[in-house]
């Protein structure tokens, strides 16, 4: 009789035992059993055909290849790559190696990031900010000049900062994957590459708005998010409406009645369940536009009702960690209502943030 | 006289020319792989032969030509690496242009043997006089009917097309040479999958670098068996050795695999020694990725062995004394030379050539660069050294691919070898940054 | 193929080798011609400004995004306006060991520019490059094609002259 070959793999991470199908990768395998063997990224993006195996953050320890073939890998594999052979032990967070590699990749990822936190509309949902408090050291040791770029206008609604960028291609697979011709792209090579359109176009089609929620830093961002809210300011609620482009199913973010922006939905890992379209993201700013379904399940990817950075989750104290206690803010809609950056930038609230920031970084 | 394998006829005139190369035994290698052998018999020979890849890492070329995936109706590919820009490395760049034919006699019965139909030869861009050669080279080839359709009536068709890269080291890397070749930018591919299953255009693909591909006429003129029989142990065969730097007669030598070191450097008939009236300070063996060790131990393993030119002997104390054989880029410095200077200069080319696409990489070589920058020109720290030290391990073995370690391994070695030199540029940044200004303490000369 | 450039076009024997090189791939592979039509059009128009790019994209029937991505990518191309003869020399160690140095700083005070720059009359633009794999043969530059080997600053001065007239 013909051997019939097992259709799941046994694979465990970090002692948890799952059952996946063999092709799975090892970061799905981890996110299926759950957030606390999942290895972080900042790269790996599942709804984008072949993004991952950049940033490096997700680095696991493979303690043994396979049933079969027991012997460990020589080195620290990408977990969102590799795939799961059966009876494969990967150690993730237990690894003291893994750790001690994670720690290197947030100073890597952290040497040239500007320190601008208070001022990026990302600060809060910011995957590097995440990355780092959960992953990192507190200091840094860099003591050489922050790399700068030249500015680049890509339009009238999406904000480029490319100092913030780490290069994790995201944004480049998404304008391939879903927008009908992509105009912006990685230029350049090495410690000098840059996204840029080359010659200072603006992108500018209908799903390309899409790059701000994939991005995972605030490299780019909403130019039409009105107000520029810090986003623990504000409170989101699921919403649709019919739409020829997209399903239409967004989320809209409050302050006050106020509708300041328009994003896609996002799983427990931080990324698009439904892409939206950019009439949908850009356009439909007021309630009337929208069928209101309710607030929505605030999931691991932004603070605003996770309180996470405090708690049983500080491992050690560090920068990011200080920074996020001292941006945490409870929602508090009676506070006074700005809406210019100008106004913000005079109220205590940042001011406070600003002070906290500089005294951090300047010893 | 040391059997010479690939150069025997390189100063004959005219042998850049078919018609001399022919005269001189010339494509009768693939007359009899072609009319006499079935493709398996080749690789077999081939296999026989123990040649290892000599690109740089020195995988055996037997093995990984019967690894290539053979699924039906999908074509496979043979692409010959001449990237060539390893600091150091000149010897792919000297048999082209003096031996055109060579490389593609080696091309020709290779591709057969792997049942490539269209072969690519990647060649840096720099080397644009270079591809004229090889395309005149083909175009004779052509001519005489060992190339094209139906190669002397056997039936097998092949096409060999030479492409010109744009000025990236990183595309010497295999998977970076196929993007690149495929009209990209040249980011090193996330492996699995490997060429061999997926390469170029995602069919099964085999890269070999110039000189390992130049070998596949003898072996198969001689026997595989008969190469086996030259070299020492499981360095069979002979290598290119491109030598520069400060010694009486840099350029490029064949050497039988085994050769001592000392008679390497010292014999008039390959270095002729450090250049007068010097004494030998350090080595780098094997191209600018290696690391760096001082002249003795160059000379002597840490036993006190004589070390041998070989992947071996070269190796043999690993990361503590030994280096590596590499690509054969053999460079010699003298006391004159500034360590410190040298180990930023090669730290500002790994920046340089980084592709950028993972962050340990991307901003650890920019990092190294910058703080070796600063000692060099008299700003350093004392932590700085322990500091480049730890830099340089945590991009090593975390990154895409191996430019990363290429690039941690000549800093770790500097300071593991010449701790002293960066401590005194540290501690004297006024001398140290005086023009020609070099630490004339302890280092052990030779 | 739409060339919808008028300024920007090869001459009729180039663009003959181009769809020459673009035959060389296999069908629906054309992309892989990039590189070689670059080198192609850099040859005939001396540097790789937005208009030939465009070109190049149409030409291979891509869009320009990808051809802007390669361009950027490889040190060969250059991106901005360029003197008649750009010397392209050699800065890395092994070059360095053997005299590099102090050759280019002759070379540059003969020019009277620095790296990147060209001199005011256009004749020259200095380029620095990583290692032209001639290490033994350096210190060395390349102008266009061609490879100058053992330079001192003796060669240097006569390689100068004789690209003045
Ligand atoms: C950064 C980097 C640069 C490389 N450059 C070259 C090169 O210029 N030429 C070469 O033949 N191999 C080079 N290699 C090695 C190739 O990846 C590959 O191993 C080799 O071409 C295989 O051929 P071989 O087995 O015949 O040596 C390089 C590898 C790395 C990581
Ligand atoms: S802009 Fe954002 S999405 Fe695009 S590469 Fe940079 S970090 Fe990634
Ligand atoms: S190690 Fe360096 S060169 Fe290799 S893929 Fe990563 S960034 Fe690119
Ligand atoms: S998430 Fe795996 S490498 Fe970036
Ligand atoms: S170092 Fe100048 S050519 Fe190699």
Redesign the interface.
């Known amino acids: 009789m013909e051997d019939i070959k097992p259709i799941m793999f046994k694979v465990t991470v970090d002692g948890v035992e799952v059952e996946v199908a063999p092709g799975t990768t090892i970061m799905q395998a981890a996110r299926k059993i759950g957030p606390e063997v999942a290895p972080p990224a900042m790269c790996y993006y599942e709804p984008l055909k072949g993004t991952g195996g950049k940033c490096r953050a997700c680095l696991v320890k493979v303690a043994a290849g396979s049933a079969k073939d027991p012997r460990p890998m020589p080195k620290l594999v990408a977990s969102c790559i590799t795939p799961v052979q059966d009876g494969m032990i990967v150690e993730n967070f237990t690894s003291p190696q893994v750790v001690e590699a994670r720690k290197a990749v947030v100073e890597f990822l952290l040497l040239n990031h500007p320190l601008d936190c208070p001022v990026c509309d990302q600060a809060g949902e910011c995957h590097l900010q995440d990355f780092s408090y959960e992953n990192g050291v507190g200091t840094t040791r860099y003591e050489e000049e922050r790399r700068t770029f030249e500015k680049e206008d890509i339009g009238p609604y999406i904000q480029l900062h490319m100092t913030r960028c780490v290069l994790c291609y995201r944004c480049v697979y998404t304008a391939d994957q879903l927008t009908d011709g992509r105009v912006h792209g990685v230029m350049g090579r090495g410690d000098h590459a840059e996204i840029s359109t080359y010659i200072g176009r603006a992108i500018d089609n209908d799903f390309s708005g899409n790059v701000i929620d994939v991005c995972p830093v605030g490299a780019l961002t909403d130019k039409t998010y009105r107000f520029k809210n810090r986003v623990w300011f504000s409170k989101p609620v699921d919403a649709h409406c019919d739409c020829e482009k997209c399903s239409g199913n967004v989320q809209l973010w409050y302050r006050g009645d106020e509708v300041i922006r328009v994003t896609a939905r996002k799983n427990e890992w931080g990324e698009v369940k439904e892409f939206i379209c950019n009439a949908c993201r850009f356009e439909k700013k007021k309630t009337s536009d929208w069928v209101i379904e309710g607030p929505s399940k605030v999931k691991r990817a932004s603070v605003i009702s996770a309180n996470k950075y405090a708690g049983n989750l500080i491992k050690k104290p560090d920068f990011a960690l200080k920074l996020a206690e001292s941006q945490y803010k409870k929602i508090d809609d009676t506070r006074p209502f700005v809406s210019e950056m100008s106004e913000i930038k005079k109220s205590e609230d940042y001011k406070t943030l600003m002070q906290q920031n500089e005294n951090y970084f300047k010893k | 006289m040391a059997t010479k394998i690939l150069t025997e006829h390189i100063s004959t005139p005219g042998i850049e020319t078919f018609e001399v190369y022919r005269k001189k035994g010339g494509y009768t290698a693939v007359e009899k792989a072609i009319k006499k052998m079935t493709p398996d018999e080749v690789v077999e020979e081939v296999k026989k032969s123990g040649v290892r890849g000599r690109g740089g890492a020195g995988f055996p070329m037997g093995m990984k030509w019967s690894f290539l995936a053979k699924p039906e109706g999908i074509?496979r590919y043979l692409v010959c690496n001449a990237d060539?820009?390893?600091?150091?490395?000149?010897k792919?760049?000297y048999l082209m242009k003096n031996m055109p034919h060579l490389l593609i006699e080696g091309m020709i019965i290779s591709s057969y043997a792997l049942g490539a139909n269209?072969s690519f030869i990647y060649v840096?861009?720099?080397?644009?006089?270079v591809i004229?050669i090889l395309e005149k080279a083909i175009e004779e080839a052509k001519a005489a009917g060992f190339l094209g359709k139906n190669i002397l009536g056997s039936g097998y068709d092949l096409?060999l097309?030479v492409?010109?890269?744009?000025?990236?080291?990183?595309c010497g890397e295999e998977t970076a040479l196929l993007e690149?070749?495929?009209?990209?930018?040249?980011n090193p591919r996330?492996k699995?999958p490997f060429p061999a299953v997926k390469g170029l255009?995602q069919s099964p693909t085999v890269v070999n670098n110039v000189e390992s591909i130049a070998t596949v006429s003898w072996i198969i003129n001689n026997g595989g068996e008969a190469y086996a029989a030259v070299g020492v142990g499981k360095s069979t065969g002979t290598k290119l050795i491109?030598?520069?730097?400060?010694i009486k007669n840099?350029?490029?030598y064949e050497i039988t695999l085994g050769l001592s070191c000392d008679e390497f450097l010292n014999s008039d008939e390959y270095c002729g020694g450090v250049r007068a009236g010097h004494r030998l300070k350090a080595v780098v063996a094997g191209g600018?990725s290696v690391p760096i060790v001082p002249g003795a131990l160059f000379l002597k393993t840490a036993n006190g062995e004589d070390r041998l030119m070989s992947y071996e002997s070269l190796s043999d104390g690993g990361f503590v004394s030994g280096t590596m054989l590499g690509s054969g880029?053999f460079?010699a410095?003298d006391e004159t030379?500034c360590i410190v200077?040298?180990t930023w200069?090669?730290s500002r080319?790994y920046?340089?050539?980084?592709?950028?696409?993972?962050?340990?990489c991307?901003?650890?070589?920019?990092?190294m660069q910058?703080?070796l920058n600063?000692i060099e020109h008299g700003k350093g720290n004392m932590s700085d050294i322990d500091?480049l030290v730890d830099v340089s391990k945590?991009i090593e073995?975390?990154?895409?691919c191996p430019l990363g370690d290429a690039a941690a391994w000549p800093v770790a070695s500097a300071i593991r070898h010449f701790r002293d030199e960066f401590e005194w540029h540290i501690k004297h940044p006024l001398e140290a940054t005086k023009p020609g200004a070099v630490y004339m303490g302890d280092g052990v000369l030779v | 193929m739409t060339d919808t450039n008028t300024k920007i076009s090869f001459t009729p024997e180039r663009l003959a080798k181009a769809k020459e090189m673009i035959a060389r791939y296999p069908d629906g592979k054309q992309k892989s011609a990039i590189m070689p039509i670059m080198h192609l059009a850099q040859e005939q128009f001396a540097w790789m400004s937005q208009d030939v790019m465009d070109y190049v994209a149409s030409l291979l029937d891509i869009t320009p995004i990808e051809v802007y991505e390669v361009a950027t990518f490889y040190t060969m191309f250059h991106l901005e306006p360029v003197g008649k003869h750009v010397i392209e020399y050699c800065r890395t160690g092994p070059c360095v060991l053997m005299g590099g140095e102090e050759v280019f700083s002759h070379l540059k005070n003969k020019l009277g520019i620095k790296k990147g720059e060209t001199t005011a009359d256009g004749l020259f633009t200095l380029k620095e490059v990583e290692c032209l794999a001639a290490c033994g043969w350096g210190p060395c530059f390349q102008i266009r094609e061609k490879y100058y080997m053992h330079l001192n600053n003796q060669k240097v001065d006569e390689i100068i002259e004789e690209l003045s007239k």
């Open positions: 074509p060539e820009s390893e600091p150091g490395t000149f792919d760049h269209k840096r861009g720099e080397l644009m006089y004229r096409e097309v492409h010109p890269g744009g000025g990236a080291y990183i690149s070749l495929e009209g990209k930018r040249g996330n699995p255009y491109s030598a520069s730097g400060h840099p350029g490029v600018s880029g460079i410095f030379a200077r040298n200069n090669f080319f920046e340089h050539e980084s592709c950028g696409q993972c962050s340990p991307r901003e650890g070589t920019g990092w910058k703080v600063r500091l945590k073995g975390n990154t895409i």
